[in-house]
């Protein structure tokens, strides 16, 4: 290829996919693992050596604080790495000025050589170089617009009524036949009948928290850990008691 002067030279890759809701709907052809199947299939093809693999599924191309892209970085500057490769540029970021920063200062400072595969983007060909700029603007542009889609989809479901939390508030459990519908949770319903029925017989909040606390009654997030739902466990490891207190807050 014309502008490519390193072609023999035996390339030390870090290939990098990355994978969010600002790539739209066809997930199926920017997966996680088409991406790595893609990018092994070119590394071996050019007869160089995987020194390792970066993921960031679930991080959105517009922010560069992303925990595998930052190890990454980590590993250029120590040397482990001397080239970059991804499936295509919007997997790198899709924010314009950050995508230039690095393509055009941090990789040629660091002697690393940037492959987009799938947009014949190398930093050793320039002729190629010079419309990246342009694919970056597109990229940064595509990911604002889905942005905007992703948010009046929510918006509109909101309106319909229908719930759009991880987890079902104290009192609710999501339908198994719609996770956007709650039903009531008959194991304690009681409890949430009897807070308001305390409230609006003129207890303040800290009064109803002592009533709860004398009837050993679990507290929202143990009994949310009872049933099974992840993050709450933590708060009470190495103090059962904490699972009957209740604060004002809950």
């Not at 030279?9 to 990098?16: S, T």
Request: hydrophobic share 35%; proline share 2%.
């Amino acid at each position: 290829m014309a502008g490519i002067k390193e072609e023999k030279k035996i390339y030390l890759v870090g290939i990098y996919c990355r994978l969010s809701k600002d790539d739209g709907t066809d997930n199926e052809s920017a997966s996680i693992a088409t991406q790595k199947s893609i990018l092994t299939d070119y590394v071996k093809k050019q007869g160089w050596h995987i020194a390792k693999t970066y993921v960031d599924d679930g991080y959105s191309g517009t922010n560069f604080q992303r925990p595998s892209f930052q190890n990454m970085i980590k590993d250029i500057e120590s040397g482990l790495i001397n080239c970059v490769i991804t499936k295509d540029l919007s997997r790198l970021g899709r924010n314009y000025l950050d995508c230039g920063l690095y393509l055009e200062v941090f990789f040629p400072e660091h002697n690393v050589r940037y492959i987009a595969v799938n947009d014949g983007v190398d930093t050793l060909n320039k002729s190629a170089m010079d419309i990246t700029p342009f694919r970056n603007i597109l990229n940064e542009m595509y990911a604002a617009d889905i942005s905007v889609k992703i948010k009046s989809a929510y918006r509109a479901r909101f309106q319909q009524g229908k719930f759009m939390g991880t987890t079902a508030p104290y009192g609710y459990i999501k339908d198994p036949a719609d996770h956007n519908h709650l039903l009531i949770d008959d194991k304690v319903a009681h409890v949430v009948k009897e807070i308001f029925d305390l409230a609006l017989k003129g207890n303040g909040v800290a009064k109803i928290c002592r009533h709860l606390n004398k009837q050993h009654i679990l507290r929202p997030a143990a009994y949310a850990a009872e049933r099974g739902e992840t993050g709450f466990e933590r708060h009470f490891e190495g103090n059962e008691d904490k699972r009957y207190i209740w604060s004002g807050t809950a």
